[in-house]
């Protein structure tokens, strides 16, 4: 069991290195961020934000994984991604809502940029997964 979770999880580790590099960067660099006008406090609560949701949305793509019919590995899918959405449209709305005229622009596109990278890194290594899954279950058939 402890290996079944291990070989789930390393392939996270991806996403892991991204949240890593990305918070080291703009806490290092954040004089020069905060001259191109972005406000790097809000880059690192968002940044933080995209992991904690990306990591809410990677459980329902491993249970997934665990199933073979496709009616549920579709729903898991859509549930992840659907989920990480909301949590970050959330997050935005209630940080314009709060900051009102002092809202850092830069710092929201920088965001989504961010949420597009988090997205393509688990949809990439869910293919992956899946793809290994697709040859294992095969395997056993044979």
């Given at each position: ?8 999880n ?5 996403v892991?290195?991204v ?9 290092a ?14 880059v ?6 995209l ?13 997934s994984?665990?199933n ?8 898991n899918?859509?549930?992840g991604m ?7 449209l959330?997050a ?5 809502l ?14 989504m ?5 988090y997205?393509f ?7 992956k ?6 040859n294992?279950?095969?395997t056993?058939?044979d």
């Open positions: 069991m402890a290996k079944s979770n291990l070989t789930l390393r392939p996270f580790l991806p892991i290195i949240f890593l590099v990305v918070s080291v960067i703009v806490y660099g954040s004089d020069i961020i905060q001259d191109w006008g972005i406000n790097p406090v809000v690192l609560a968002g940044n933080l934000i992991m904690l949701a990306t990591s809410i949305s990677w459980f329902f793509l491993v249970r994984l665990k073979n019919r496709p009616a549920v590995f579709m729903r899918i859509y549930s659907m989920l990480k959405m909301f949590i970050c959330i935005a709305l209630l940080y314009i709060r900051m009102k005229k002092e809202v850092s622009l830069g710092a929201i596109l920088t965001l940029f961010l949420y597009f990278l997205t890194l688990e949809i990439s290594i869910l293919m997964l899946s793809n290994k899954n697709k294992v279950n095969d056993k058939t």
